[in-house]
């Protein structure tokens, strides 16, 4: 008989828990629960449900890992297309006389900008890069001895460090109309997308 009482209380504990039991089945079990500790865990068990814990599926793992990979492919897409871009616009900066340098970096500013989504990223391949450039060219120049010798050291950094200001600047300025322009192409597409 005990064992009836316990599998009857156990069915009855959902539907105390909500209220649907009538006066008299309410009472019984609240005594059967007063009497019992069993009981009266199971009550507290069933009011305090455990917490469900999802666990991925075979084809979830495999999509992250896909994913994954594509990510990683991705990424050394990107990288290889910045260093290309890189590469030619260093070789094109006015450093070396030439203004090819106005496309070039243009085009470097639109790659940063459709990979990285982001303008700082702009001004980190393009200013950067060749205000070092600069700098170092200054004083390769100071060492090999071609500046006039009557001029003071520090008024020669001076003219370097402006100088590679100004050069970094102007790479820069192409670079950010570059970015611009990407920025513009990625809202055009999201536009065309969106409708």
């Known amino acids: 008989m005990d064992n009836d009482v ?8 959902p539907f105390y828990q909500e209220g649907l039991l009538s006066k008299e089945t309410t009472e019984w079990l609240e005594k059967q629960m ?3 500790e069993e009981y009266r865990k199971l009550a507290q068990t069933i009011q305090n449900p455990l917490e469900k814990e999802e666990i991925p599926t075979t084809t979830e793992i495999e999509r992250d890992k896909v994913f994954k990979k594509i ?3 991705l990424s050394l897409y990107q990288i290889i297309f910045v260093a290309l871009s890189f590469l030619l616009a260093i070789q094109t900066s006015l450093l070396n006389d030439s203004y090819e340098f106005i496309l070039w970096y243009t085009l470097l500013g639109f790659l940063v900008y459709l990979f990285y989504s ?3 990223m702009s001004f980190y391949f393009s200013f950067i890069p060749i205000f070092i450039w600069s ?3 200054g004083i390769s120049d100071y060492m090999e001895g071609h500046i006039d010798p009557q001029v003071s050291l520090f008024t020669y950094g001076f003219d370097i460090f402006q100088m590679a200001i100004l050069v970094s600047i102007i790479h820069y300025v192409f ?3 570059g ?3 990407g920025l513009l192409t990625r809202k055009l597409r999201a536009k065309e997308n969106g409708s």
């Open 135 to 137: 700098i170092v060219e």
């Open 118 to 120: 982001d303008m700082k």
């Open 6 to 13: 316990r599998h009857i209380v156990i069915d009855l504990l």
């Open 175 to 177: 670079a950010l109309i």
């Open 179 to 181: 970015s611009v322009i």
């Open 34 to 36: 007063e009497e019992n």
């Open 71 to 73: 990510h990683r492919k």
